[in-house]
Structures are given as structure tokens and as C-alpha cells.
């Protein structure tokens, strides 16, 4: 019985420090400074070093942010009739089924429709979608 008293007081000595959750805990925290440094040293080149690291490297996300906004936008499509927009798919498409394309316009609006044009334009650059059997292109070659 008084093993497990033992084992009881041992378990409760240990958590004296506490958990530390993973979230809490960051890499290079493994020891205590206090521990590995002297008291009596100042680290205000470290703190000052670390602090114009942080500085530059915030200045560099938030210049990349802009950077990743301009190019989502991208150009939009200047539509200004829909007639038109479809007559010009159907050419850059090489497709005979125009209903189709402004049924598809009508379902899915012109800024998806043209993204779409877009990675079939990316599609037929890079030689095209092949057939199941492997061989031929789906679409002609221009």
C-alpha cells in the first residue's frame, strides 16, 4: 500500500510544471533560457536581430499578398452583349453547337465560362486531351 502512496506522490511531484499543450509549445523551447544563459548577460542583440527578422519577413507576406490578389482578379472579360460573347467561344472553341455554349453561359455566367476557355486554351497547348485507347487527340491539331 505504501508503494502506490509513493507512486501517488511521485505523480503528483511531476506535474508541478504543468502540460504543455503542442500548440504552446515552439521549436527551440525545449530548455528554459534562463537556464542556458547567464543572468547576469543581456540578449538585446538577439531580441533586436529576431525583432528586424520578423519586421522584413512580415513586409514580405504582406507584398505577396497583393501580389496573389492581382492575380486572382486577373482581366475580367469586357461583355457587353452576350450574342456576341458566345459567337466568339464557339470560333476560339472551333464548336458548331452554339446553343449549347449559351445555354452554358446563361448556367454557369460568363466569368466561369471564360476560366473554362481558359484551361482548355492551357489543355490544347500542352497537345491536347488523348482518346481512351491513347491513340489520337480529342480535338484536332491546329
Do not use: W
Not at 511531484?13 to 525545449?30: I, K, Q, S, W
Not at 446553343?99 to 484551361?119: I, K, N, P
Request: charge should be negative.
Amino acid at each position: 500500500m505504501e508503494e502506490g502512496g509513493k507512486i501517488l506522490k511521485a505523480s503528483l511531484a511531476e506535474d508541478e510544471y504543468g502540460d504543455t499543450e503542442m500548440l504552446d509549445a515552439e521549436e527551440g523551447e525545449l530548455v528554459d533560457p534562463d537556464i542556458v544563459n547567464d543572468p547576469g548577460q543581456s540578449n538585446v542583440h538577439d531580441s533586436e536581430g529576431l525583432k528586424q527578422e520578423k519586421e522584413s519577413k512580415n513586409r514580405r507576406q504582406r507584398a505577396n499578398k497583393t501580389k496573389n490578389k492581382k492575380k486572382r482578379s486577373g482581366p475580367e472579360p469586357n461583355v457587353t452583349d452576350i450574342n456576341r460573347f458566345v459567337l466568339d467561344t464557339c470560333r476560339r472553341l472551333r464548336e458548331k453547337k452554339s446553343y449549347m455554349v449559351y445555354t452554358a453561359v446563361c448556367c454557369l455566367g460568363v466569368f466561369a465560362l471564360s476560366d473554362l476557355v481558359r484551361e482548355v486554351d492551357a489543355i490544347q497547348a500542352c497537345g491536347g486531351q488523348m482518346t481512351a485507347d491513347g491513340k489520337r487527340q480529342k480535338t484536332e491539331a491546329i
